[in-house]
Nanobody
């Protein structure tokens, strides 16, 4: 079982990025998926989730700016991030069914 987050990069404040989480060995349509992030010197924090029933829930800082959605493939979930701010700079991880994916770095410059 593997989870892999990708799509990170460097953007200026106000920009957008779409992160992807791809699984092998997990059906993300039945397991649901969580996104977390960790910035330097800080603990990992919850960003949002999409449940097996497609319910979504977001941390306060993500509401109105971030959107989690599913891809047409059973093993893909996306995190669309808009209006990024420097405080969003972090390594972003996906998590499902007790499995952590390898993170992807997002850097937002002012």
């Amino acid at each position: 079982v593997q989870l892999q987050a990708s799509g990170g990069g460097s953007v200026q404040a106000g920009g957008s990025l779409r992160l992807s989480c791809e699984s092998s060995g997990l059906d993300l349509r039945t397991d649901g998926i969580n996104w977390y992030r960790q910035s330097p010197g800080n603990s990992r924090e919850f960003v949002g989730l999409i449940s097996a029933r497609d319910d979504t829930h977001y941390a306060e800082f993500a509401k109105g700016r971030f959107t989690i959605s599913r891809g047409s493939a059973r093993n893909m979930v996306y995190l669309q991030m808009n209006n990024l701010i420097p405080e969003d700079t972090a390594v972003y991880y996906c998590y499902s069914n007790k499995h952590w994916g390898r993170g992807t770095l997002v850097t937002v410059s002012s």
